[in-house]
Structure formats: structure tokens, C-alpha cells
């Protein structure tokens, strides 16, 4: 398979649309069409159902298009790092989400710019969930993650951070009053309903608390009543005065996790993760 074949078939198993696809690549509609019926006929399968409703994946479609996501993705990273890997700069690129751990973060960049020949850092501050993509396609080096919400397959880790959860309320609602709840408690606050997380390919459980994209979204619904969340006990360093914070005693514990893509040989990387494990023997 090529990459152009495949970097086709993705746009149009995206937009499932072959007009809307051509004008996505800049490329007439017969090319496209006849590039995707090439790609089928190499494979043996068909990938696309074509009909008057207009087009669907196959089940042999939708593994294709995930793997072919991947390689994309490989593809673009490998051209980031090799041309990073020939600057004469020591430096890497940190994603994390907004809102993590601020203090462990600060940890981490203190106690990595103390050792010597450290490489510079640079921060960047991304959406929910984002940070396994930017890992994969090559705009960041190594990420802050959380076990068992990201999604950390392909890559390596080093625990940092073991915590509890806590039920963010607005800070006049009875809840706000208790001195610990249960996952019972917060499932059915008909003037409160959970606010909705996006999963790693971007879509939602269904549900009727809001969908949330970002960090000050989700403060400011919670300010004004509309909503609840379950977060990490140090989102607690974020808060409002409009929020209360009360620990929730039957929920899963959260493992902040330093990841990196397993295949990575970087010395760059390999001196934070060397200081990641510093920091999680000292606590």
C-alpha cells in the first residue's frame, strides 16, 4: 500500500463523502475514485459500500482506518523527530492537559533542569485526551497522562502520582455540604448531572450532563449549577470559590503517568524519564 493510497481512503472514510473528500485533497473526484478501487482491488475486500444513501464503512473499512490513522501518524512523526534529531538544540517537547497536577508538573521541570546536560522544555497545554495523538504524530516527545483514562497503548510509562478522586459541586449545593459521597450518590442529581468526558476518538457517551472541551468550559458550568465532575484530588489547586470538593470514597484511584512512544531513542527523553523515576522513589 502507499501512503498517498492510504492518506486517500482516510480522508474519504472521514468525510464519506467523495466530493466533499476531493476538495479536502484538491484532487478531482475520478482520481480519488479510481485510487480507492485500486487500494480495494490489492487488498481482495471492500472497504466502502457505495449507494444512493451515500457511503459507509465495512467492518474491513474501519480496521483499515485505524491502522491507516496510525501509519499516517508514524509517517508525520518520523519526519518531526528526524529533523529534530538533527538540530544541534537539546530540547523536547512535554504535552499535557490543562488543569494537570500543577505542583507535580513544577516538580518535574525543577528537579529535570538541576541535572546536568538537561534538555530545554517546552510545554505545550493541550484539550482532553489529546496527548496520545500529538505523542504518535510527532508534535511532542513524551506526555503527561492519566491511568485508566488515556489511552496508553504503544507507549512507555513511569508512575508518578497515585491519587484519590473528588466530586467537584457548586459550592451552594447540598452536596457541597457532605463530608464524602459515592458514585451512587452522584448518579442520578436530577439539578446536577455528571459532566460528560470525550472519549479517545472524540465522541461522547450518551447522557444528559454537558459535553466538555476544556478545563475553563467545564469551571464555569459547574459555577453556575449545571453540571458536576469527578476529578483528581489536585484539581483542587484550580479551583474557584464558587466550587466545593468532596472526596469520593468508591471511585477508582488515578495514576498520573510520564508516557513516551515505546519505540523512542532519544537522549532527551531518556534523561526526563530518568528524572521522572527520581521523583517517584522520593514521593
Known amino acids: 500500500m502507499e501512503i498517498r493510497e492510504l492518506r486517500y481512503f482516510v480522508t474519504v472514510a472521514e ?4 466530493s466533499r473528500a476531493a476538495e479536502r485533497l484538491g484532487i478531482a473526484q475520478p482520481p480519488l475514485s479510481r485510487a480507492i478501487q485500486q487500494l480495494e482491488r490489492r ?5 466502502l459500500e457505495r449507494n444512493r444513501r451515500g457511503v459507509t464503512l465495512t467492518d474491513a473499512g474501519q480496521v483499515l482506518l485505524d491502522d491507516a490513522r496510525a501509519i499516517l501518524d508514524a509517517t508525520a512523526a518520523a519526519a518531526l523527530r528526524t529533523r529534530r534529531a538533527a538540530s544541534s538544540t537539546n530540547r523536547l517537547t512535554l504535552v499535557t492537559k490543562a488543569g494537570t497536577n500543577h505542583e507535580l508538573l513544577r516538580r518535574l521541570l525543577d528537579a529535570h533542569a538541576g541535572e546536568p546536560g538537561a534538555a530545554d522544555i517546552e510545554v505545550l497545554l493541550c484539550g482532553m485526551g489529546e496527548q496520545a495523538r500529538m505523542l504518535r504524530d510527532g508534535r511532542a516527545d513524551a506526555a503527561l497522562m492519566q491511568r485508566p483514562f488515556d489511552a496508553l497503548a504503544g507507549f512507555d510509562t513511569e508512575d508518578l502520582l497515585t491519587e484519590r478522586q473528588v466530586v467537584i459541586v ?17 448518579s442520578d ?17 450518551p447522557g444528559p450532563g454537558p459535553e466538555i472541551h476544556d478545563q475553563s468550559q467545564l469551571a464555569q458550568l459547574i459555577a453556575l449549577g449545571h453540571t458536576l465532575a469527578v476529578l483528581c484530588a489536585s484539581s483542587r489547586s484550580w479551583l474557584w470559590s464558587a466550587h466545593a470538593a468532596v472526596p469520593l470514597t468508591d471511585a477508582l484511584h488515578v495514576t498520573t503517568v510520564l508516557a513516551w512512544p515505546a519505540h523512542s531513542r532519544s537522549r532527551a527523553v531518556a534523561g526526563l524519564v530518568r528524572t521522572a523515576a527520581q521523583l517517584s522513589e522520593t514521593g
Open 15 to 18: 468525510e464519506l463523502h467523495f
Open 170 to 186: 457548586p459550592a451552594g449545593h447540598p452536596l457541597a455540604r457532605r463530608t464524602s459521597l459515592t458514585r451512587a450518590d452522584i
Open 43 to 47: 487488498l481482495g475486500v471492500t472497504l
Open 189 to 205: 442529581v436530577p439539578d446536577l448531572p455528571i459532566a460528560r468526558w470525550p472519549r479517545p476518538d472524540g465522541t461522547y457517551e
